[in-house]
């Protein structure tokens, strides 16, 4: 996945005031379209760095004032950096949920509980959960 960006005066950043935008993720396609999970969260400064590619959080920005933003669920993506201690937001965004995807042979498929969601591409079946679930061969 992606690294996240650094906040100002890390080796890495844009400049002295601004956050670096997070990494990208790698791009999948189990599914069968191709998605990008596991982005990096920005790097949280007077301008927050933006999340990369893949569910990437937005960095603390000090102006206009706004909090870190989390990964996005079901890709994984890294939380935005903090602000300073004494920022009014100086915390970090939490990181995203991730994803569990298997993909069997349709004629072979067994028995999924709890999936989320299950397609057909061409002769195989996706299952996808984001919590809790279980597959029986």
Known sequence: GGGGGGGSGVAGTLGAS?????GSGTANSIT???????????GGCSTGGAGGAGGG??????SPGSAATPGTDGLGGGGGGAGFSGAPYPV???G???IVILRVA?????????EDSTATDG???VFTWLATGSYVA
């Open 57 to 62: 959080g937005t960095g603390y920005k000090h």
């Open 106 to 114: 349709t004629a072979d498929k067994g028995t999924p509980s709890g």
């Open 96 to 98: 995203g949920n991730g």
């Open 32 to 42: 069968g379209s191709s998605v990008t999970y596991a982005g990096g969260g920005g």
């Open 18 to 22: 601004a956050g670096s935008q997070g």
């Open 123 to 125: 002769t195989d079946t």
């Open 92 to 94: 970090a965004g939490d």
